[in-house]
């Protein structure tokens, strides 16, 4: 019952949301996108724009990310490790 | 104990397409600066070619050969080549993770800007990374799902 | 490499170095298990004291900024670009203040690990997920990014979640870590949700910048929303308290002092979302009534749980919700009154008290959990029934142990008193009723340790057992050290620690200005 | 409202994953409720960062009529989107073998026989 409230309320405040949002495909703002766009060749020399944000302009938020699988299959082999 | 081996015509395919797998997964890491693909997909491509192994050989026949802890090894070298690529930014230059290599010699030359076909010699730091995050990960997937695999047999 | 280079790139440093040690860890642990405990503890402690330099220049010289792969550490804003465009992260008093936390707390339960996990297998894996959760905390409270906040999150739960199944064997381990991640991946979504609520409408990830722009829309409303109820369902306060007891009783001793530290970073993340990122925007009076509300219902909850429980680790755990209580009651008080111009002094009063007893909260409840810890190492059970007389044969566990209790219940000379205290004075600035309620939760509070002190160290010996390894002596004696300091001196703490770290969270203004300049 | 209609495919997907966490009993269901839950708040993310008639922010080969950068869909929520989908990865393969540890304590997954744990 108390799952059923939840979820609910969950899904009234997600539909708002929706309902709120700008409609599809006309962005309101896009100044950092925008600069990355223009600026990912010259300053990184790489063609591909996802990965100059990957791993220049975003690259600790992708340290970050590999050490997330690390500690991951880390704990794995921790969970699953025998005992003999 | 029952037999893990798959029969001789799977395991003789999986030999043959092990080094095209590889050789693509190579392929997408060291080509991820410049087409889609990068060390996260290039990695997954190439797991996915030491699981195709486990399926075929057994889990237990991979592990006399390869060995769960040798992945785990090989994934934290990768880990510490991406680390130690960030402290060089800034022993180098001037902050963690900075694009020291920029205009030298590795890595470092500058396309043409714009629309162009795409030059393996660029990017700076980016495909250093890319094989970091590509050891890390073939490492990281193989080991967890051999793991996996072996945990039916742990229970005796 | 002189001092100044050296607190330059503390920011950074302080994340890279236990990263790196965590990666070396399992190559190190193949050539020698010596080594590698050495290693671990050397690393620990260099991070201690790098911290403790940094924290004291961040004190005195005010918000340090960081800029991850700039071509100068200090140039957020690209030349061209009008906003942040690279990651940054910025230290202010508040981030500074929970580093000395982790660190101290990590520190303590490195050195009180060498003994405690003796007998297991995978030392080496444990080392290593024990300083990724020190670089989860560390990231979370450095980090100048929302999205960063997301990543620094998971790395904190994923390393939390493995070290409470450390122990496989036992299948509530397992079940309280299953509970644990699931809670925490749930949370962390939430977070995501919110971050790309907030990208779609201001194309931005940087706090300072989006609290600079921020106009409080309806989606504003409900990315706030999300982000309160993400943070408080891990740091475990009323009602998303559920998990707490059930992980917190599970985890190896060490793990349940870090998890303590744990789960003041997420109360970080929440103090940090609520006062830096919507901060004026924010109605103050009704998200102060909100967490004096959620403050006091953990209060309670917590400490009337925590009074018939025979598990002497679910007992502190239910304690551990209520002490969250007190934080939240001591800032919520705190926002209520900085609404009122005539009570603010108060108000930064109250602020300090809730912030103080989260230093003080976790260097206690960490010293509480260890020593049942340590009273585990020895009996093999958690039973408070089938413990007693342990203090004819621990005597420094049990010294250590009323340390602890006597500084939970805020009792004087301790560090507990202090901070309580403040809290008392500015809650009754709001109503009398409040400072009742928390006075009478402390009392609760001190019958029921001093149940367990009876029950498990008073009376006739009846274990022949030996006092507790050396190793586990000097982690209890770091975090004991620290409490007896703070209780002598909370004067001069207030004032050079506190102070600041309080300030910095109220001052909004200036946590903007170091990022967007003018 | 027509012209929404990703975002609500995306918010009926979190709703499945929701669903499957609140009211499913398996371990294994609750962690596929999980990935859905994730897989839509990715999505969303993308669907975020799109621009009408983009074309993917990458210069190789890049056709000349295309205008930059208002012809390109904004790469940082791509990006964005790849890290989440990597801790996705990370946190499942987590969960699973949380869940292959507990059908080995208790030979069941389901979770009302599991929880030995008050509460």
Redesign the interface.
Known sequence: MKKAIIFIIFAI?LF??AY???PFGE???????D??IE?AQNETGANNVVTSVVF??????T???A??L???I??????????K | MKEERMSIIVTTIANLLFPFIIIFSFYVIMHGHLTPGGGFQGGAIGASAIVMLIVAYGAREIRKKVGE?NL??FE??G??IF??V??L??IM???????FLVGSELFGKIPPLGSNPGYLNTGGILPLLNIAVGMKVIGGLASVVLVMALFRGDKE | MNIDWLIT?SP?LLI?LP??A???T??ID?VSKKARNAFVIAVLIIEEIIMILFAWDVFTNGIHI????????TETV?S????????VLEVDGMGAFMGLISATVSLAAGIYSLAFIEEE??KG??Y??LL?VL?GMV?MEFTGDL??L???L??LS??C???I??R??F??A?????KF??IS??A??FV??A???F???????NIAALASVMQY???DK?AL?LLVAAFAMKCGAVPMH?WT??AYSVAPAPITAMLVAASQASLYALFRVCFTLYGLTLNLEVIGGALIIFGLLSMFVGVTMAIPQKDIKRLMAYHAISQTGYMLLGVGVGLYLLAKPEFSSYGIKAMEGGIFHIINHAMYKGLLFLTAGAVYYRLKTRNLNEMGGLGHTMPYTAIFFIIGALAIAGIPPFNGFASKLLIYEAAYKVSPILSIIAMLVSILTLASFVKVFHSAFMGPKIHNVEEAPKSMLVGMAILTFVIIFFGLFPGWVVNHIVHPAAQALADQASYIQAVMGG | MIYNIPFYTVIAL?LIGLYA?LFKRN?IK?AIG?TI??SG?NL??IT?GYRKGGVAPIYTNLPPSIEVPEGMV?P??QA?TL??IV?GV??LA??LS??I??YR??GTLDSRK??????
């Open positions: 405040f708002y949301t709120e949002l700008h962005i309101k703002e896009s100044k950092m996108d600069y990355i600026n220049d302009y975003r690259g600790y938020d340290l970050g990310e050490t997330v690390f500690t991951a880390a704990g794995a082999l921790v969970v699953l490790r025998r005992r | 802890e785990s090894i934290s070298i880990g510490l680390v130690i960030g402290i930014g800034f230059a001037s902050t963690f993770l900075y694009n | 790139h950074a890279a990263l790196l965590a990666f070396l399992p190559i193949r960081y800029t991850m792969g700039a071509s100068n550490p690209p061209q670009a009008v906003v942040p465009v690279r990651i297998k995978g894996k444990f290593t997920l990724l670089v990231g999205f960063n997301f990543v620094f998971e790395v994923i390393a979640a493995a070290l199944a450390y496989s064997h299948g509530d397992v079940e309280g870590s299953f991640l699931i991946s749930i962390a979504l995501l949700f971050v790309a609520l990208y779609a409408q201001y194309d931005l990830l829309s309806h989606l409900i929303a559920f007891p059930d | 979190i966490i371990l609750i999980v839950l994730e708040v969303f993310l975020l904004m940082v929520p964005l890290t989440s801790i990370a946190v987590l969960i949380l869940a540890m507990i304590h208790y599991v929880r030995r744990l008050k509460e």
